[in-house]
T-cell receptor, first 117, second 109 residues
Framework: GAVVSQHPSWVICKSGTSVKIECRSL??????MFWYRQFPKQSLMLMAT?????????EQGVEKDKFLINHASLTLSTLTVTSAHPEDSSFYIC?????????????FGAGSRLTVL | DAKTTQPPSMDCAEGRAANLPCNHS???????VYWYRQIHSQGPQYIIH???NNETNEMASLIITEDRKSSTLILPHATLRDTAVYYC??????????FGAGTQVVVTP
């Protein structure tokens, strides 16, 4: 089946630095990818919709200048957390639409755990 | 646009069927019911979806009431690896998948 790969699976960085997370669709093309964030003991929160070749669409309350999303190819979307701070520490998960026959089914990556010191 | 309602937690015995209820009384005609699950510290996994007919795949069965206001996800023979948070989501067209609190299912030996 379809696989979405995320890298890195975990990362620790110092406060004030930027961190890039990659999300790749393996063996299929993804014109649309989604980025979610999950804090401990909470549910997933949709951050933004990443569209290949165009600007990402951010959910209300998500700072687009802080969470830079680039979807330059049909198999790769990246999320860059700029000037990271401890409150940005979270589990970041990407997904891509993989349903057939028009089904709106998402395949998720394994997630990237960010810890900002 | 009210989301779905699920019990916060459920326990299930290994080897028995697990029946997970979901209320979606405000579902509209073009909205499907999707089920996903998230095992601890992993990305969510798609399970099944349906519109109005009952559906079955290798993972589970989905039973939707005739009025479509509620549904039940059935894991026929629960295993310890089925311990996860299960999310019931109603979604129409190419809408964005939004997660609620889900049901924490714990399968015990």
């Amino acid at each position: 089946g379809a696989v979405v790969s995320q890298h890195p699976s975990w990362v620790i960085c110092k406060s004030g630095t930027s961190v890039k997370i990659e999300c790749r669709s393996l063996d299929f093309q993804a014109t649309t990818m989604f980025w979610y964030r999950q804090f401990p003991k909470q549910s997933l929160m949709l951050m933004a919709t990443s569209n290949e070749g165009s600007k990402a669409t951010y959910e209300q309350g998500v700072e687009k200048d802080k969470f830079l999303i680039n979807h330059a190819s049909l198999t790769l979307s990246t999320l860059t957390v700029t000037s990271a701070h401890p409150e940005d520490s979270s589990f970041y998960i990407c997904s891509a639409r993989t349903g057939s026959s028009g089904a709106n089914v998402l395949t998720f990556g394994a997630g990237s755990r960010l810890t900002v010191l | 646009d009210a989301k779905t309602t699920q019990p916060p937690s459920m326990d299930c015995a290994e080897g028995r069927a697990a029946n997970l209820p979901c209320n979606h009384s405000t579902i509209s005609g073009n909205e499907y019911v999707y089920w996903y699950r998230q095992i601890h510290s992993q990305g969510p996994q798609y399970i099944i979806h349906g519109l109005k007919n009952n559906e079955t795949n290798e993972m589970a069965s989905l039973i939707i009431t005739e009025d479509r206001k509620s549904s039940t996800l059935i894991l026929p023979h629960a295993t310890l690896r089925d311990t996860a948070v299960y999310y019931c989501i109603k979604l129409g067209g190419w809408g964005k998948l939004q997660f609620g609190a889900g049901t924490q299912v714990v399968v015990t030996p």
